[in-house]
């Protein structure tokens, strides 16, 4: 039996938008997500990541897989460019069941790890959520923010 291919990585900062994809691969659903800033350097804790994304709290980025895949991998963090210290909670979704939820995440605090198997799923759905007052002053960061497909 041959060996199957390892997952390909799909980097949150580089998918299309469903509006301007072909519907093969990852796809962000334009429609239905709030605006989010696909990056090269987000920064959290003063640790620079190579790639993600930034929302602004409140936020939700509904993705459309268009393959099987095989997990989301991410840190997710109050992004250093905030105003003040802010406070957010992470939630990760797929088929619209909640798979991941952070604790209150605080700016100055490290990043939070992510790992969320996506077997047998189509739709994968990133949110951000102040916690307290502050949390809308505060850029909710996915860094290093990818999804391994088949």
């Given at each position: 039996?041959?060996?199957?291919?390892?997952?390909?990585?799909?980097?949150?900062?580089?998918?299309?938008?469903d509006f301007t994809g072909d519907?093969?691969?990852?796809?962000?659903?334009?429609a239905e997500s709030d605006w989010l800033w696909q990056r090269k350097a987000p920064r959290i804790d003063g640790t620079a990541y190579?790639?993600?994304?930034?929302?602004?709290?409140?936020?939700?980025?509904?993705i459309d897989l268009n393959q099987p895949c095989a997990a989301y991998?991410?840190?997710?963090?109050?992004?250093?460019?905030?105003?003040?210290?802010?406070?957010?909670?992470?939630?990760?979704?797929?088929?619209?069941?909640?798979?991941?939820?952070s604790g209150v995440v605080r700016g100055g605090q490290p990043a939070v790890p992510v790992h969320v198997?996506?077997?047998?799923?189509?739709?994968?759905?990133?949110?951000?959520t102040p916690a307290g007052p502050a949390g809308r002053l505060a850029f909710g960061d996915w860094a290093r923010s990818q999804i391994s497909c088949r």
């Open positions: 039996t041959p060996t199957p291919p390892a997952p390909a990585p799909y980097r949150i900062n580089a998918l299309a938008y519907g093969s691969r990852p796809e962000v659903r334009a190579p790639h993600g994304v930034s929302v602004h709290a409140p936020s939700s980025v509904v991998d991410a840190v997710v963090g109050v992004d250093d460019l905030g105003l003040g210290p802010g406070a957010l909670r992470f939630s990760v979704y797929a088929d619209g069941e909640r798979l991941w939820r198997p996506l077997a047998g799923r189509k739709t994968l759905r990133l949110v951000v």
